[in-house]
């Protein structure tokens, strides 16, 4: 998409909303811009009323209107600079937003390819580049352009020679200076590019510290880091030094500007054309001048950083999932069929296979346990029925109809996952569990404590359900988060529940209240469990077993653990022994 077409679709979308602000900030423009050219006229004619010999009273009459008329101006000009702050922020907040959301509505091969660091410098980065784009960009160039015809029109109603000559130059030095800046619009977006790659790169080392430094690998991501550094920053100066060859070529251009007021002035006053108070509005309407081309210019510079700002954001919303959302709304919150067909999966093309011709049939309600060593492709089963991947070959379907023609948001509304790992904002008890959603009241949150037996937990709270949770607030136990991922879960009340290795760091004060809340959890819902503590499975009617993507075994879990010649009877016995070890 190009610049311009970008340009359009920001300005459809983010300002066109604001109209009646940006009618009264024109309006307020325009009065300030009258004011402007009104002030040197003023000037002359206390210039040539004294030059006459008028009377004080007149004089001061002047002074005090051109005093009045800067006042006024100069507090139009502070609503003018708020309100185009509050235009400013207003869209560029809107649109953060909306690449955020863009974004999360994203299959996980974008999430992949792009670092976290990568995509926070695109979404508030190019976003912050913008900001000027949607504040003052349009109020300063219209409302400038407008203030350069004025002078223009008034140099030209004072002596058509003198508007002549300086419309030609205002209209080289803008040309001129226009051209110039297109030069610097490809590195401008380079120099954001190599800022995305540097912050990308940190982000993903800062999270990998001390993998790195058990490994020895401090000197080689130093080094890496100082090449991407130094990419930056000889990116950022070139564009830097290619943007400002407008401002040098302004500076020449304003120099003969003066100089050549200067000298009109002076020719008409010896001619007896202009009195010294004309030779001064000339002079002062050729220093005004000077105004309005830097703040174009200015702002050209701005739409130079802009331009590539523009263009990646247009690129990011350009970026399209390659899972695209079915028309079928998921039926029902009860317990639902899950079936594997034959599915296939790998990552990446030319990858070796996470998945193979796996098949599997669980029926509505029943409870399927999930093992196999790590690599297995036990979560990628999870992450093909959530739909954040698309089989290689195969189908999945859900109640008999392929997963597909469901969906997406409604079928993930209606999967609940439980992972090893649960998060927790920095908010009270109440936000955590309700994902700070007001529509959830404090009955549907007892209630469903209570189901799960987590009331008396709840009453050893300091605050209840107004705890604070957070960095410099009470804190839990692993134990306890996962008891908080249940609550949500339960208040879901989703068709599918699936827990990932959720037990797996629970301590034992809380193991009794886990799996009492885990019963009652899958409870008339379909229920996948991913477990390394076979304990865990004891509730399962079905155990899966998986090897290099593969199912080497599925069947009842009772007649499994019966079977002296089943893998899982193997690994029960296995992990009994280490348990008496």
Sequence with gaps: MSTKTGIIRLVKTYLVPHWMLICVLFISVIVT??????????????IDSATLGSTMDHLTFLAIVFLGIALIRQLITIGSSYLSEVIGWNASNELRNDLALHCLKLDMSFHNKTTSGGMIERIDGDVTELANFFSRFWVVSVSNFILLLGILVLLTVED??????????????????NKIRRLAIPHWGSMRQASASLFGFIEERVAGAKDIKATGGSNFMMNKLYQLMRDKFIKERKASIIGGLTWNFTIAFFTIATALGLGIGVYLYFRNEATIGTVFMIYAYVQMLRVPIEQLIIQMQNFQRASASI?????????????????????????VSITFDNVTFQYEKEKEQVLNQVNLQLEAGKKLGVIGRTGSGKTTIIRLLLRLYQPSSGNILIDGLEIKNYQIESLRKHIAIVTQDVQLFDGTLRDNVTFFD?????????RALEELGLLDWLH??????????????????????????????????????ILDEATARIDPSTEKLMYRALDRLLENRTGIIIAHRLKTLQKVDEILVLDKGQVV?????????????????????????????
């Design 33 to 46: 811009i009258g004011l402007q050219l009104i002030g040197p006229q003023i000037i002359r004619e206390f």
């Design 160 to 177: 058509w020679r003198v508007g002549v000559i300086f419309t030609l130059f205002s209209l080289v030095s803008m040309l001129t200076i």
């Design 311 to 335: 263009l990646r954001t247009q690129e990011l919303f350009e970026t399209k999932s390659e899972i695209i959302s079915g028309p079928i709304e998921f039926p029902t919150n009860k317990a």
């Design 438 to 446: 007001d529509s959830i009241s404090d009955n549907q949150i007892i």
């Design 460 to 497: 050893s709270l300091p605050d209840g359900l107004d705890t604070r949770i957070g960095k410099d607030s009470i804190t839990f136990s692993a134990g306890e988060a996962q008891l908080f991922a249940l609550t949500r879960v339960l208040i879901k009340n989703p068709a599918i529940v």
């Design 553 to 581: 075994e599925h069947g009842a879990r009772e007649i499994l653990e019966e079977d002296i010649s089943s893998k899982y009877y193997d690994l029960l016995q296995g992990q009994k022994e280490d348990q008496s070890a």
